[in-house]
């Protein structure tokens, strides 16, 4: 199953290049499993990545305001919506996922999105905060389990689309 | 005093806020945006090698990367003091029309889109991408969406698709244009010719077609009379990637015509006590307030204001449809801000036959594209269209080329005081006591939403689900009601 590492944010502003940063810790680990992207784009130009894969991890900042910072959040696609409050680039996958299906596009049929939560808008130049920085390790992990649980669940393990 | 506050609250502070305040009558006494500024990006900047700034300010945004990747690698050309050869800047600019056909495209269908193609009083359920897609049907959907993966295709092959692609270099970009993606450019550029036929037609079938919607075009609720800036060639004729400023008073009359390094003697920056947006406006007319006229220094920029100030179209078909734009608004200028969804598609028509043009030009192919930099860099600006508007980048670096002040003026902070005043004059005329209807709030939105404003050049939603928290305040600060729509 081509499988989707997507890492979002901007690695020059402080926290929210949490997602960016975090994948990026596991392009090695993920090698021949997962093909793993960074993007600091948003909105429908993310069709483009989405297209040709069978599962995607999204990997993002998020701000609720009910966590406190360095907190991770996991959604599923469904429960990506305005309630319960979207990270801060991956607002829109939902539209995503309905343009992608209404027009016949591909997308991803399983997406999980890990997210970990942060204080402050962002800074240019300004490094992680500390609680987020500690978090990222964890964050990488659950990107991992989550490989994992998917690679098990059917016998169907995971693969990037340039074997 | 009541307060009714209209914030998308997905992004909380990422993004701006529209705050209603209401008087004891229920009336609205003022209205504004507030928008974020983008912060720390300065000192950021400062100490890092001017050649990586294309690279470093194309992630500021995540909607319009090019137009800053452009104006950086422009403001490099200026600050090196190098030319760069003539292939190096026309696939420049075919790369740059690529990228306003296909920003024009996604706007107008969906972004923009559910206000007119929906309909601005559809339930809010359809007021969405997907209600987009049904009005226009599934193969029209397919089309937007196609036309814009082969725009994209066609710009990762040419800028480099890799996690960092460096394309603008100061003085020409990092590889020519081989025969086969000529041929690649030539085949999007086609499609995009022809697809910026089929939105004007779809522009004509839907909103021309109700006259309900011209009517809500041309009222006086969403009408502004100020002055307008864009870039023009030598012809006084609109050009998005080069050119001379040229400013038009709202009679539409010249005003002013001056080179992008000459920006600080013409454009001067207002700050008010409630916002950290500073408001561009002429420093030849003056800060006057947030009024119409000629008395007063508010400009616009973006796709309408750029056709006030442009002496007609460079191409044929983009040429007919400003002629028909023109007609049936009542003559040049336009100020019904409304009308800038419809030049959107009129610039985009223009994009692509521009783009056409320049893919046919034997001269692209040329292997000289780099011209090497051997002057001392000390001072640099770079000024582009961006599809929002007038996009500078402004450097000083010391002699080893190191950035030590960097300014950019990205075309939201020009439009900045035009929207205000929009939001205002669509608040006072629509809102009329605290209980505000949906419907309400939306025409109210569709103010700012035609200038598709980008919040601190940070990140996106997408609007036409754009959710708001609405906040009725009562005399004593107290909340008596919250309007939410998701």
């Known amino acids: ?163 | 005093m009541s307060e009714i506050l209209i914030d998308p609250i997905t992004r909380l502070e990422g993004h701006g806020r529209v705050h209603v305040f209401l008087d004891d009558a229920g009336e609205v006494d003022r209205a504004y945006l507030q928008i974020p500024e983008l912060r720390g990006f300065e000192k950021f900047a400062q100490g890092r090698r001017a050649e990586d700034m294309p690279q470093i300010t194309s992630r500021i945004c995540g909607v319009c990367p090019m137009a800053h990747h452009m104006a950086a690698t422009k403001a490099l050309d200026d600050l090196f003091g190098v030319e760069p050869p003539p292939a190096a800047k026309k696939i420049r600019e075919l790369l740059y029309s690529a990228f306003m056909v296909e920003d024009h495209a996604l706007h107008f269908f969906f972004l923009g889109g559910p206000d007119f193609i929906v309909g601005p009083d559809a339930p809010k359920g359809e007021r969405n991408i997907l209600g987009v897609v049904n009005k226009v049907g599934l193969e029209a959907g397919k089309e937007v969406i196609g036309v814009r993966k082969q725009l994209r295709d066609l710009m990762a092959a040419v800028a480099g698709k890799a996690v960092h692609p460096v394309f603008g270099l100061p003085g020409g970009i990092s590889r020519p244009l081989t025969a086969e993606l000529q041929e690649q450019a030539q085949a999007a550029a086609a499609r995009a010719v022809d697809f910026g036929g089929f939105a004007l037609q779809a522009f004509r079938d839907v909103v021309l077609g109700n006259p309900d919607y011209v009517e809500l075009v041309t009222s006086e609720t969403y009408t502004h009379r100020t002055y307008s800036m864009g870039l023009v060639d030598a012809d006084k004729q609109v050009n998005f990637y080069d050119g001379t400023l040229r400013v038009v008073d709202p009679e539409g009359r010249e005003f002013l015509s001056f080179a992008g390094s000459d920006y600080l003697d013409h454009v001067a920056e207002h700050v008010e006590p409630w916002t950290y947006v500073k408001f561009c406006f002429l420093k030849d007319v003056g800060w006057h307030g947030f009024v119409d006229g000629a008395d007063s220094g508010v400009f616009a920029v973006a796709p309408l204001a750029r056709l006030n100030v442009t002496e007609g179209m460079p191409t044929p078909r983009a040429q007919e449809a400003y002629d028909e734009l023109f007609a049936t608004l009542g003559g040049k200028p336009v100020h019904h801000t409304l009308a800038t969804h419809w030049a959107r598609l009129v610039e985009l028509q223009y994009a692509a036959e521009r783009m056409a043009e320049l893919a046919a030009d034997p001269e692209i192919l040329d292997p000289d594209v780099r011209t090497l930099p051997t002057a001392t860099p000390e001072e640099g600006i770079g000024v582009v269209e961006a599809p929002r508007g007038t996009l500078f980048h402004h450097y000083r670096s010391d002699e080893r080329g190191l950035i030590t002040s960097a300014n950019l003026i990205v075309a939201t902070q020009n439009n900045a005081a035009r929207i205000g005043m929009s939001i205002d004059k669509a608040a006072r005329d629509l809102i009329h006591g605290a209980e505000v209807d949906e419907a309400v709030l939306n025409k109210v939105e569709m103010a700012f939403r035609a200038y598709d404003p980008c919040f601190g050049c940070a990140t996106h939603t997408l609007p036409g689900h754009l959710p708001l928290l609405v906040e009725i305040h009562d005399p004593a600060g107290e909340v008596v009601r919250e309007l939410r729509r998701d």
């Open chain 1, 1 to 163: 199953m081509r499988t989707l590492v997507l890492g979002l944010g901007n690695e020059y502003a402080g926290d929210d290049g949490a997602g960016i940063l975090a994948v990026r810790a596991l392009r090695d680990e993920l090698a021949g499993r997962a093909d793993v992207v960074e993007s600091a784009a948003s909105g429908l130009t993310l069709l483009d990545v989405f297209d040709g894969y069978d599962r995607a991890v999204v990997v993002d900042s998020i701000r609720t305001g009910r966590n406190p910072p360095g907190t991770i959040v996991e959604l599923g696609l469904t429960e990506v919506g305005p309630v319960v409050a979207p990270s801060i680039h991956h607002a829109g996958i939902p539209e995503l996922a309905a343009v992608a299906e209404r027009l016949g596009l591909g997308f991803p049929g399983r997406t999980r999105v890990l997210a970990v939560e942060v204080a402050e808008p962002p800074t240019f130049g300004a490094p992680l905060s500390e609680s987020v920085a500690a978090a990222l390790d964890e964050l990488g992990r659950r990107v991992l389990e989550q490989i994992e649980a998917w690679d098990t669940a059917k016998g169907e393990p995971c693969t990037t689309t340039t074997p």
